[in-house]
Every structure is written in structure tokens, then in C-alpha cells.
């Protein structure tokens, strides 16, 4: 397969011109991505996290207006679709009809009942079950915000689909596959004093006592960064923290962004990626800490899988911003993408990408187009405002 084009827009700027800042170079990525040619007719679904509480660093509605822009000058429908409980309150955040420039829609219906299954088995999954809107749009616009997750490392374009477009039911399945291989053996283990230390070493509450099987331990991967503090407590044999564990929720991501993918016939789909305030953890935890990334630009493609491989890339190469992380959170490993530095070494970004390239979705190669590159810094003038124009 040969490299894909990622369009890029880099977040600096030579002049005090707002036409260098990130709006204007996403129109100019929107035109390289030739959007509004490909949209006459076209009933399309701009897929993007609205976010939910006080979280605040998801795409900001003067983006999201741009793109609804572009398909309606494209002769395009668009409407925008989340899961039901972050439609429910996306007013709160700034997202209305009024401000983005179309409907807001709840992607499965308002109970999460209107869905497509599609069979494909995996571990503890059998059937996945696509969005009714997401399936019945004719065009996919993937709005991404890039950011730090606590389940794989990143949350990019792949996650927006594989999450997002799948049903409650669906996504609460995919982050079960984590406990589909065993980790806990109960018979190397049967006193709960010992036990009960194991659960004690964990300083981010990563073990705790099973619910329905009191000798068993449940690992909470999204707590785990695999400092290995339980293994020194743990009887020999009892507790695996292996990566077999930690990798199954990407290649579900992989198989789910996949199955929405092939709902789209080949060039109806554009993905987009800000990345900017990226935070520890996803959007979905409803509220905006300190970034703990410089922001990287915006990006857009064709190629869901070069997408997120080049945002990936521009960020493994910027520093952790380590004195923005959380207090309760900790580096460990200093190996590998920054993100992996934060959620552990089996939290590797990376690994998402090289499965959904294993299924065909896309490729890993790409060519990194910058639609305006950044001049030699010249020193000049700040530019006037009259105070009419405040």
C-alpha cells in the first residue's frame, strides 16, 4: 500500500494574522482534502465528542462550524452525532443548532435503542452494534480530539469511531475484553490477609476485591500503569499483570472502528484531528485539566489509520509536560510515545494503529503535507486595532 497524505497545520505562527492560526489552516485542509467537492447530496455525519460536565477541551465550536460550513457550501446535509447522555447536555459546553450551524443528534436515539448489529467475534463479544444515524449517513466527517486515555495511552480519530459510534451496550463490552484472558488464580492465593495486602500496594486503587467472587482480585486497567508494586506482595503465580490484558481494549478499538468504517462506501469518509490541550485522560471524564502535551497542530486525512499514526508521531517527538500531571498519577517507564511514559509500558499508543492496519482500515505510512508552513521569524510591527474594532 502506498504512504497516504496527512495534511497538517502546525499551531505556531509567524504573524499576528489570524489568518496562520488554526482555523484558517483547517479551511485549508478541508480544501486540500477537496471536502466540499465530494458532498453534493450527501447526508453527513460529523462525528465528535461534545464532551459532558465542565469539560471544556474538546473541539471548540468556532472548528465544528467550519466544517459544517464547508458541507453546506459542499451541497451536503450535515448533523452532528455523540452518544445520547453528551448530546443531552452539549448546550452546557457551546454546542447548539444556533452556534455549530446544525441539528445535534443523539447517534442511537435518545435511549441508545437505534442500532445496526454486525457479527464479528471476539473474545467476549459477538455482535457489535453501530449507531443507527452513524450507519445511515451517506458521508463521515471524523472530528477528533487528540488527548491521553487511560485504557490504551491515546484517544484519537480510531477511538472517536470505535467508541462513539457503537451502542452502551457495546463500548461497556469492549472495555470488558480486558478481563477475558486471566490474570488472578485464586488457588495460589487463598488467604485474604495476603490478599488484602496485595489490594494495600496498589497506590492508584488499580486491585480491588471482586463483587460477585470474594477470592478473586479485579484489576481496573484503567488505573494500572504496571509499576509492578503488587507482583513484590503477590504468592508466586497468583497475579499476572501481562500485556495481553492491557492490548485487548485497542485491538477492539481497531475491530470497531473497522466495522464503522465499512458502513461508508471507499471516499466517503474525512478524519480530522486537533491537537490541542491534550489532557491525561479522555474527554469523557467530563472536566479539563493541565495539558501534559505541547499542542501539536490539526491534522486531517483520508486515511484514518495515517492519521492518527502522524499525530502520534508529532507528539512522541515533544517533552511530557510532567509538572502538569496530576498528583495522583506518576511516570514510571521513560521509554516509548510520552503517553506510554504516564498510563505504562503496556499502554503503548502505537499498538492501535498497527491492528487496525492488520485489518485493512488503512495504513501506518504516510506523507506529512504542511498546508502553511510556519516562516523564519522576522522581527515587525504589532499589528493596529482601532478601538472601534473592540
Not at 501481562?242 to 481494549?249: E, K, L
Request: charged share 20%; hydrophobic share 40%.
Amino acid at each position: 500500500m502506498s504512504p497516504a497524505t496527512v495534511y497538517f497545520g502546525s499551531p505556531r505562527q509567524a504573524r499576528l494574522d489570524w489568518r496562520e492560526t488554526l482555523p484558517a489552516k483547517l479551511d485549508l485542509i478541508l480544501e486540500r482534502l477537496n471536502l466540499r467537492e465530494r458532498l453534493k447530496d450527501e447526508l453527513v455525519v460529523i462525528k465528535m465528542h461534545t464532551g459532558n460536565n465542565v469539560g471544556y477541551s474538546t473541539v471548540h465550536p468556532v472548528f465544528v462550524r467550519r466544517v459544517v460550513q464547508a458541507v453546506k457550501e459542499g451541497g451536503g446535509k450535515p448533523f452532528i452525532a455523540d452518544v445520547s447522555w453528551d448530546v443531552a447536555g452539549a448546550e452546557t459546553r457551546g454546542y447548539t443548532p444556533e452556534v455549530v450551524g446544525c441539528p445535534i443528534y443523539p447517534a442511537a436515539g435518545p435511549q441508545e435503542r437505534y442500532y445496526y448489529a454486525h457479527h464479528r467475534p471476539y473474545k467476549n463479544i459477538q455482535d457489535w452494534k453501530v449507531a443507527g444515524l452513524i450507519e445511515e449517513a451517506t458521508f463521515l466527517i471524523n472530528l477528533a480530539h487528540a488527548k491521553g486515555h487511560p485504557s490504551c495511552g491515546y484517544g484519537g480519530a480510531i477511538k472517536n469511531l470505535a467508541l462513539g459510534c457503537m451502542v452502551a451496550e457495546t463500548r461497556s463490552a469492549m472495555h470488558d475484553v480486558c478481563h477475558y484472558d486471566p490474570y488472578w488464580f485464586p488457588e495460589k492465593c487463598p488467604d485474604p490477609a495476603v490478599r488484602q495486602k496485595i489490594i494495600e500496594s496498589c497506590p492508584h486503587e488499580a486491585l480491588v476485591q471482586d463483587k460477585e467472587r470474594p477470592d478473586h482480585l479485579h484489576l481496573h486497567v484503567d488505573n494500572c500503569n504496571q509499576c509492578g508494586r503488587c507482583l513484590q506482595v503477590a504468592p508466586p503465580g497468583s497475579l499476572k499483570i501481562d500485556p495481553v490484558n492491557f492490548a485487548s481494549f485497542q485491538e477492539a478499538c481497531a475491530i470497531s472502528a473497522s466495522i464503522v468504517m465499512s458502513t461508508f462506501a471507499p471516499g466517503k469518509a474525512v478524519h480530522i484531528v486537533l491537537a490541542t490541550h491534550m489532557t491525561p485522560v479522555c474527554d469523557c471524564f467530563g472536566f479539563t485539566g493541565m495539558p501534559i502535551l505541547p499542542d501539536a497542530g490539526i491534522f486531517g486525512s483520508d486515511d484514518l489509520v495515517a492519521l492518527d499514526q502522524a499525530v502520534l508521531d508529532a507528539t512522541a517527538r515533544t517533552p511530557l509536560i510532567e509538572e502538569n500531571i496530576p498528583t495522583s498519577m506518576e511516570v514510571h517507564t521513560r521509554e516509548g510515545h510520552p503517553l506510554r511514559w504516564l498510563h505504562g509500558p503496556y499502554k503503548d499508543p502505537y499498538l492501535v494503529t498497527q491492528y487496525a492496519e492488520a485489518l485493512g482500515v488503512g495504513t501506518r505510512q504516510y506523507e506529512l503535507v504542511d498546508v502553511l508552513p510556519v516562516e523564519s521569524f522576522v522581527r515587525g510591527p504589532l499589528p493596529y486595532v482601532s478601538a472601534s474594532g473592540r
